[in-house]
């Protein structure tokens, strides 16, 4: 079975910055389009960034696009979320997530085509 472990997050001044780690077992990691997503309190989850299986592709929201950078070391079966300049909107539990789908390098924003989640870490900015 699909376990997916994420770690990282914390709390920090806006400005700062902070690196998630999502560590896949029980699967060929390196076959699955990875994403992640994260939620606030209050409001739906939503997509953030994902990257092909390849790690060639990746996609980003227009709220993160060029202050969060998403990677992958298919060797260690972690995949990798570096936040930068990070602004208290930020805040909110963040999730990592397997996309159902082997081998494409198609990468996806909804949530539905992503079969396998961690548990989340929250990721706090103050102000």
């Known amino acids: 079975q699909v376990q997916l472990v994420e770690s990282g997050g914390g709390a920090v001044q806006a400005g700062g910055s902070l690196r998630l780690s999502c560590t896949v077992s029980g699967r060929t990691f390196s076959d699955y389009a990875m994403g992640w997503f994260r939620q606030a309190p209050g409001k739906e989850r939503e997509f953030v960034t994902a ?72 990721v706090t900015v103050s102000s």
């Open 51 to 122: 990257i092909s299986w390849s790690g060639r592709r990746a996609d980003y929201s227009n709220t993160v696009k060029g202050r969060f950078t998403i990677s992958r070391d298919n060797a260690n079966n972690t995949v990798y979320l570096q936040m930068n300049s990070l602004k208290p909107e930020d805040t909110a539990v963040y999730y990592c997530a397997a996309d159902r789908r082997p081998t494409t390098e198609v990468v996806v924003r909804s949530p539905i085509s992503y079969g396998a989640w961690g548990q989340g870490t929250q």
